[in-house]
């Protein structure tokens, strides 16, 4: 490993570990979603967040971090129609939405999704274990000093992350499962990602 210190090798790394606390937050990104479609700028939609407690977290704090992270995940999806599809669509859409949005804000789930489930449904391999993202993690270990300084603990906790974003989007029926559900990709997504240009997320939808 390079002699660089942690923090830095950690900031120039494309990969956050961030998502350990971040996570899947469906219900707080639709939430936010239906407030910015309702005509509230983003500050208003924090503090609206705050001041009615719309995520039922039990500090103001917690409610205006969670609500500047949902914040963050619309914007990089830097598509109108997205986020009204994630705001009125039906929940399996608009969960597909979601994930799409994680994988833009955060490498680290995009390169899951693209190499790893992306390339399960272009083979037609669609066994799936520990050992598939176990591989994936120890692949960015060896390619990233920055990844290489993460503990154990926090490796741990992003595929637990990981693996729960897979069954909230119907990628697997549990977090026991061992083999990934077939995938149809929802047509409005499905629009989007070809007009963003970024048809590499496709296969991470089943659309091959």
């Known amino acids: 490993m390079s ?4 923090a830095t ?16 937050l469906f219900h707080e990104v639709r939430i936010t979603a239906k407030l910015l479609c309702q005509g509230c ?14 995520f039922q977290y039990p500090t103001e704090r917690s409610l205006k971090d969670i609500a500047r992270v949902c914040l963050r995940r619309l914007n990089a999806l830097d598509d109108e129609f997205l ?5 009125t669509e039906s929940i399996d859409t608009a969960k597909q939405i979601n994930l ?6 955060y490498r680290l789930m995009w390169d899951f999704m693209v190499t790893v489930i992306g390339e399960k449904y272009r083979t037609g391999d669609c066994s799936f274990g520990p050992i598939d993202i176990n591989a994936f993690f120890l692949r960015l270990q060896e390619q990233d000093d920055g990844v290489a300084t993460w503990s154990d603990s926090t490796v741990t906790k992003l595929k637990q992350v990981i ?12 977090t026991k499962a061992t083999a990934l559900s077939p995938m149809w990709i ?3 997504l499905e629009k989007a990602i070809r ?14």
């Open 163 to 174: 693996k729960k974003c897979l069954v909230e989007t119907g990628y697997l029926e549990s």
């Open 9 to 24: 090798l950690r900031s120039e790394s494309p990969y956050s570990a961030v998502l350990t606390r971040e996570q899947f």
């Open 3 to 6: 002699n660089k210190s942690v």
């Open 100 to 105: 799409y949005a994680m994988m833009k804000q």
């Open 83 to 87: 986020v009204q599809a994630l705001a």
């Open 41 to 54: 700028t983003q500050e208003e939609a924090i503090s609206k967040i705050a001041s009615e407690n719309l």
């Open 186 to 188: 929802a047509p409005v």
């Open 195 to 208: 007009t963003d240009g970024n048809r590499a997320a496709l296969q991470a939808f089943g659309c091959i």
